[in-house]
């Protein structure tokens, strides 16, 4: 969670308070908050500066070089091919005065369901002004992509019930689109990955997060991808830990560690993906990581990206879905 520079005055919004409704598990006699869209009334939001933060929204974006290696200014990300990575969604909040806007991103995981971070949905208000844009490549040509856009209210959401706000652990979190998603060659799911599976080597990050290594931000308006090494946990902490930041064992880390690659401003919410499997298999794209926090700005030296480790939750992700599917 890094802030975004475009973010710093205040967004005027009128946005729809939201009612809590509390779904209790069978299996594990737990209670799962999942927050419904009801009523209305306007909020004032601000954010507040730091080195470390959420990978927030912005208000506009610019056209981004299409890039392979890095350079003083910008982060070594690389226009995806079009539509190659169909489980990926843009969240979109609806502002006054430029229509919808980016904030976030997140991972088709069924028709109904969609994986992102927590802090993505920390402002019931944004919610309820937001909207799941799914099959799209290049976020601003709405005309060129009509065709292929599907577009979903977040009717329910459900962040996870240990996430306390901020720079910590459990920073994850289920959409809920009463309307399915119709899977065709543009929208299609990612796969979740075996409970307490220790994922190794490269992953490959997706979003339209911010792609500038210095104080001035480009956003750019096509998905953009990069790959990311896995780094040794007791490695990231002991570096993290330089800053004053702790790591959690549900985390996930990447490098490199020299730089130029990294998660950025507006790719929160956003898979990190490994492909699968042997050549027995069919090829499924399994979400290893989701984007949580970084180091501002983006892609120094020995400031690793922190994820949110997806098998540490796989049973959690498939519990609430079996019980909010019971309920709905």
Partial sequence: ??????????????????????????????????????????????????????????????????????????????????????????????????????????????EHWILTAAHCLSSPQMVANSVIVAGSHD???????????????????????????????????????????????????AVLPEQDAQPEGYGTLYGWGNVSMTAVPNFPHKLQEANMPILDMSLCEKILARSGLLLHETNLCTGPLTGGVSICTADSGGPLIQKCCEDFYEQSNIIIGIVSWGKMPCGQKNAPSVFVRVSAFTDWINQVISTATQIM
């Avoid at 652990?169 to 543009?186: E, G, M, Q």
Wanted: positive net charge; aromatic residues 8%; glycine residues 6%.
């Fill in 139 to 189: 976020i601003h040509n709405h005309r060129g992509e009509a065709a292929n856009i599907q577009l979903r209210r977040i009717d329910q959401y459900v962040n996870h019930e240990l996430y306390l706000g901020g720079v910590n652990p459990y920073d994850i979190a289920l959409i809920y689109t009463k309307k399915p998603l119709v899977f065709d060659k543009y929208v299609q799911p």
């Fill in 1 to 110: 969670m890094l802030i975004s520079y475009r973010c710093l005055y205040s967004l005027l919004i009128s946005s729809i308070a939201c009612i809590m409704v509390v779904l209790t598990s069978a299996a594990h006699n737990s209670q799962l908050p999942v927050r419904k869209c009801a009523g209305g009334q306007s909020l004032r939001l601000g954010v507040n500066l730091g080195t470390f933060g959420f990978l927030e929204n912005r208000i506009s974006t610019l056209e981004a070089p299409r890039q392979t290696h890095w350079s003083k200014k910008f982060l070594a990300k690389r226009e995806a091919t079009p539509h190659s990575a169909p489980y990926v969604v843009s969240i979109q909040m609806m502002t006054p005065d430029q229509g919808l806007v980016h904030y976030c991103a997140g991972t088709i995981i069924n």
